[in-house]
T-cell receptor, first 114, second 111 residues
Framework: DAMVIQNPRYQVTQFGKPVTLSCSQTLNHNVMYWYQQKSSQAPKLLFHYYDKDFNNEADTPDNFQSRRPNTSFCFLDIRSPGLGDAAMYLC?????????????FGPGTRLTVL | GENVEQHPSTLSVQEGDSAVIKCTYSDSASNYFPWYKQELGKRPQLIIDIRSNVGEKKDQRIAVTLNKTAKHFSLHITETQPEDSAVYFCAAKGGRRALTFGSGTRLQVQP
């Protein structure tokens, strides 16, 4: 099945200890997104890649970085996690182009910060 | 940028009744309006979407209507069932922008 895969599904880290979350896709979509979702809230866009073009949201903290080494993979790096960064992190993909707007979400990584 | 408002934040209905969730958007350039259902601890799942060249779309018990002039769109669920209980998010998108989500509606269907 073509899909969006996120690893790990659950991540526990210590306050201030860097962590990397990964996302891969077999859909060959050219756009990849990272969202942060806290309990009972809407997903909040952190950044997205349109092909190799990186687009950072204005209110995304500098603590969050991203890498996209190729079409299939995208990484979210949290350099110094704080307690407030505990959340579900969702990766999504889409194919840019006329009529192709649907975003496909991965299962998410739930991050716990101790 | 785009701003999407969603109402109500919670909705409780009896099984078999209809449920309606409404959203408004601000950017007239938005042309794609999906609705996602999210169950506890799971990813958002697309349940229906509509593009700006269409006024209404229906898929079995679910329908979405779009009024471009008024910049609002609505989700209608008929004959609700307990398994419809979840959080529903509307969203809007235009051009190269990512989706902008509404704040969500927690739907509870009472058996």
């Amino acid at each position: 099945d073509a899909m969006v895969i996120q690893n790990p599904r659950y991540q526990v880290t210590q306050f201030g200890k860097p962590v990397t979350l990964s996302c891969s896709q077999t859909l060959n979509h050219n756009v990849m997104y990272w969202y942060q979702q806290k309990s009972s809230q809407a997903p909040k866009l952190l950044f997205h890649y349109y092909d190799k073009d990186f687009n950072n949201e204005a209110d995304t903290p500098d603590n969050f970085q991203s890498r996209r080494p190729n079409t299939s993979f995208c990484f979210l790096d949290i350099r110094s996690p704080g307690l407030g960064d505990a959340a579900m992190y969702l990766c999504a993909t889409s194919r840019a182009g006329s009529g192709d707007n649907e975003q496909f979400f991965g299962p998410g990584t739930r991050l716990t910060v101790l | 940028g785009e701003n999407v408002e969603q109402h109500p934040s919670t909705l409780s209905v009896q099984e078999g009744d209809s449920a309606v969730i409404k959203c408004t958007y601000s950017d007239s350039a938005s042309n794609y309006f999906p609705w996602y259902k999210q169950e506890l601890g799971k990813r958002p799942q697309l349940i229906i979407d509509i593009r700006s060249n269409v006024g209404e779309k229906k898929d079995q018990r679910i329908a979405v209507t779009l009024n471009k002039t008024a910049k609002h769109f609505s989700l209608h669920i008929t004959e609700t069932q307990p398994e419809d209980s979840a959080v529903y998010f509307c969203a809007a998108k235009g051009g190269r922008r990512a989706l902008t989500f509404g704040s969500g509606t927690r739907l509870q269907v009472q058996p």
